[in-house]
């Protein structure tokens, strides 16, 4: 049977979110942004880590990778709710973090040599089987799935025709991919700025609402310049300077109060 299709592919925001339909609080805002300062914060202790202790080296590399994309994984991940499932990219645990995964666990979890390894293949199918349990039991919760892997991969391509012809609850996420083809997976396609994390949350906001309602899957394609890489914590800065919501105060107490959590995860890490 031919997959159906769908005409539209989106290239950029729904007007209701370019027109500032829905208003974002100065509490969320600033949510955001600890959020994303936190994030960068825990990369740069890990990076620490594997430099005074010699720790192995398994997850570096997908460290490394998720540097600067900060505004995707949170903007996408804030609001998920306690029952929604999310699959990140293997090797990167912040959106556990994110909701809420204690410190200490985080570090057991990235360190663990026998931890069980997981591939992009095997979180798409997850996700997938997650979003598909999701809608028969009709409960609105959402799967979200990330990922970096190339769209030419044949995990990915499953993954996203299956979540289009069942009309899936499941939010993709994915970074610099380049143009989509229209009918080829039957699933909107949103890029967004992934250096902004007020653009993704408007855009990853507009898609769940769309999948707990029952319209099917959004794919959100975050681009960034490759050649001159903005950094998303210092466009929010701005951002929030711009509102009067920011000072160099702020942020250093936000940073020294999360330093001391990370002291005191990777110090006790029995208690």
Request: include cysteine.
């Amino acid at each position: 049977m031919k997959p159906k299709t769908r005409e539209t592919t989106v290239i950029n925001p729904p007007p209701s979110i370019q027109n500032g339909f829905s208003l974002i609080s100065n509490e969320k805002l600033l949510g955001l942004y600890v959020t994303m300062l936190k994030c960068r914060l825990i990369h740069e202790r890990i990076r620490t880590l594997i430099r005074q202790n010699g720790l192995a080296k398994t997850n570096l590399k997908a460290q490394n990778a998720s540097m600067g994309q900060e505004a995707a994984v949170v903007g996408v991940t804030i609001d998920l709710l306690e029952d929604d499932t999310i699959f990140p990219s293997p090797g990167d645990f912040r959106p556990f973090f994110i909701r809420n995964l204690q410190l200490r666990a985080f570090f057991s979890a990235l360190f663990n040599p026998l931890a069980p390894t997981s591939t992009s293949a095997a979180q798409l199918k997850l996700a997938t089987e997650a979003a598909m349990l999701s809608k028969l039991a009709g409960n609105k919760n959402i799967a979200v799935a990330i990922s970096g892997q190339s769209k030419s991969s044949g995990s990915w391509q499953k993954a996203l025709t299956n979540a289009g012809i069942h009309d899936l609850p499941l939010i993709f996420l994915s970074w610099n991919h380049g143009p989509h083809e229209k009918k080829i997976y039957c699933v909107p396609v949103i890029t967004v700025d992934g250096n902004d994390v007020v653009a993704v949350y408007r855009v990853a906001t507009e898609a769940m609402a769309q999948a707990r309602m029952g319209n099917g899957p959004t794919l959100i394609e975050c681009v960034t310049e490759s050649k001159h890489p903005g950094d998303p914590l210092l466009n929010m800065e701005k951002y929030l300077t711009r509102k009067g919501l920011f000072s160099e105060k702020f942020k250093t107490k936000a940073a020294l109060k999360f330093r001391r959590e990370l002291d005191a995860a990777i110090t006790s890490p029995d208690e």
